[in-house]
């Protein structure tokens, strides 16, 4: 039997999935799908894909899309966050997600989103039974800008959870392996590959091939270019609660913060000298 194992781009969660194999083997059947779960707070229901399962059961019942709270209070049952993790035999895969492709065409839908569309048809169907996977591990969805920052900052400055210098993971990295580095009462995260002349790096993420000129990152993440073309923040420039993506250019004497948000710049850009951003 061949499987297939979908998962989703914007989370990150650590999680083996033998026992996910394992359990499907023995509690769930062949030409099952099963979708990983988490409990979930009456007051997070509104931030995630909601589950609905038979009570006393795995059996799912319905599929709900951020929903309210006093939506859910209208239907019997028991409730979990969907991950966006399924698992199920290629050939119903195969089957469902082609029908799916020829309804989202007659619909003049430009885009088929697995648990958008494809899992509340297969529940309203019956005919490939759903059941949910409850698993506690670390899980996040970090597709929102606030969400990202926290829990990268979370991540590699406090080290929660232990992802990324866990020996029993084997995270492929680029360039240079990164660390913790602590000067008086400032901490930051960094290669080797980091290029510093002069500058002050405090509460900040920065990745391979990043040149800082004298200037001040407090509290950013910094996503470098290439070896040969880094990103570079120029002498006298500030740059406080941002994210810089890859390929960027800062100053000189630029000055990006937000107090409340956090300012994003997107890959490839320049800010010309005297630039304020706030």
């Keep these: 039997k061949k499987y297939l194992l979908v998962l989703s781009g914007d989370h990150i969660y650590n999680y ?14 062949h ?21 609905q399962t038979e009570p006393g059961t795995t059996k799912v019942t319905a599929f709900f899309e951020k929903p309210s709270l006093e939506a ?16 199920g035999d290629t050939g119903v895969w195969e089957r469902e997600l082609a029908r799916e492709l020829e309804i989202s065409r007659g619909a003049g839908r430009h885009e088929t989103d697995i648990g958008k569309h494809l899992m509340p ?4 169907e019956k005919n490939v039974p759903l059941h949910v996977f409850n698993s506690d591990f670390f899980w996040a969805d970090v597709g929102q800008i606030p969400v990202y920052y926290g829990i990268l900052r979370s991540i590699f400055l406090e080290g929660n959870p232990n992802i990324y210098t866990n020996p029993k993971l084997q ?10 580095h602590h000067l008086d009462e400032t901490v930051y995260f960094a290669t080797e590959d980091l290029e510093n002349k002069g500058g002050e790096i405090n509460g900040s993420i920065v990745s391979p091939w990043v040149r800082i000129d004298r200037a001040r990152v407090i509290d950013s993440f910094l996503l470098g270019g290439l ?5 570079f923040v ?13 390929l960027c250019g800062i100053g000189p004497n630029a000055v990006i913060t937000s107090k409340n948000g956090i300012v994003v710049v997107v890959r490839g850009t320049h800010i010309p000298v005297d630039t304020r951003i706030e």
């Design 72 to 87: 859910l209070t209208q239907s019997i049952g028991t409730y979990s966050k969907n991950l966006g993790i399924y698992f």
């Design 16 to 29: 083996r999935f033998n026992g996910l194999l394992e359990n499907f083997h023995g509690n769930y059947g």
């Design 121 to 124: 048809r297969l529940t309203a």
């Design 31 to 51: 030409g099952s799908i099963v979708l990983l779960a988490q409990p979930v707070k009456p007051e997070e229901v509104n931030n995630f894909g909601i589950v």
């Design 234 to 246: 120029r002498y006298n420039s500030v740059i406080e609660r941002a994210i810089i993506d890859k």
């Design 171 to 180: 995270i492929k990295k680029i360039g240079q392996e990164g660390r913790l």
């Design 227 to 231: 070896r040969d073309q880094p990103t």
